[in-house]
């Protein structure tokens, strides 16, 4: 049986990354982060389609280099067709393209968020068909019914907010810089997350609602402020520690529902979000205690990288699901 070496390429936001993996196992997972936007408050679309152009080239050289191949080895090039920001993952799709005519290999595209759930098989100990999937991220959060590599079905999502979003405004309310969610983690470690109480939008379905948590520290640093013009500084860590508790919460519970439902025992967690250590502790704990097996991808590729994008191209070419040239990015 030949190798499948696949070239995979992501860019959907502002980090620009590049993978080389070899019948599956990752060789060279390399990750360009834009830190330009740090001084913004947040990712600005067409400085980062900008910085994609300047980095993908010396960042594809640097995953060949370090796989310690060529590019005449490979069988195909695998890319992020979205969702994401359109000029971001423009420049990935171009170059794909291009490199892809130019060796005269296939094309395979990706769903990013679906490539966030397979970075489970990138593990040692990858779960086991159907899994639930939670998959926590800046700009999605949904409850995921895994089948197959390729057979997918959304059981709840957000309807407003992605939890990631409510991390980071969260932590921009509160002065934090920017990224917020590991910010708001780090001072989270140092305070009481009993300390005050935030309300959780309760649904009778899977879906998740995180603009009522947001409103509500909003209004809370607003009136305790005027009261305290120094209550933010004073009680960082427990505001912190307990918004994120609450946040955390609401996110366990939807998942504690659909377990019931599914009565599936593996249970997963994916997504830039799972990164949060107090998250990957409760989740943990949660399925300890209710006898499921757990699973998180290592804390690589949990944030945007192309090695999930590498292991879906996997697993598409396994199955022959090829793109042609005609692709186009998508950003929902």
């Given at each position: ?33 834009q830190l330009d936007h740090e001084k913004y408050g947040g990712v600005i679309p067409e400085l980062a389609s900008r910085l994609h152009q300047q980095n993908i080239v010396r ?164 009136k305790s402020s005027k009261e305290n013009p120094n209550f933010v500084a004073e009680n960082m860590a427990d505001l912190c520690a307990s918004y994120q508790a609450q946040l ?85």
């Open positions: 049986m030949k190798n499948i070496t696949i070239l995979a390429i992501e860019s959907s936001c502002d980090d620009t990354a590049a993978a080389i993996l070899r019948n599956g196992k990752v060789l060279a997972n390399i990750v360009s982060s960042v594809v050289q640097a995953a060949l280099q370090k796989a310690e191949i060529s590019k005449e080895e490979l069988n195909a090039v695998a890319f992020t067709q979205g969702p994401g920001l359109i000029g971001a993952l423009l420049v990935g799709i171009s170059f794909a393209k291009a490199f892809a005519l130019g060796l005269g290999i296939p094309l395979i595209t990706v769903h990013h968020m679906q490539a966030h759930i397979l970075a489970n098989f990138l593990s040692e100990t990858p779960p086991q068909f159907p899994f639930l999937c939670l998959t926590v991220s800046g700009g999605h959060t949904q409850l995921v019914l895994v089948k197959d590599f390729v057979e997918m079905e959304i059981l709840g999502q957000t309807i407003d907010d992605a939890v990631g979003e409510a991390f980071d405004k969260g932590a921009k309310m509160l002065g934090l810089p920017y990224p917020g969610g590991p910010m708001v983690d780090k001072w989270a470690k140092q305070g009481n997350s009993q300390a005050f109480r935030f309300p959780d939008a309760e649904t009778n379905t899977f879906d998740f609602s995180f603009s009522g948590i947001k409103t509500s520290l909003l209004y809370l640093i607003q955390i919460k609401m996110l366990l519970s939807r998942l504690k529902k659909a377990v019931k439902y599914t009565k599936v025992k593996d249970i997963a967690i994916a997504g830039g979000v799972s990164a949060n250590s107090e998250l990957r502790t409760r989740f943990v704990a949660l399925c300890e205690e209710n006898g499921w097996k757990a699973h998180i991808p290592a804390f690589e590729f949990c944030t945007d990288n192309a090695a999930m994008i590498g292991i879906a191209g996997h697993y598409k070419y396994l199955a022959g699901d090829f793109a042609d040239m005609m692709a186009v990015p998508f950003t929902r």
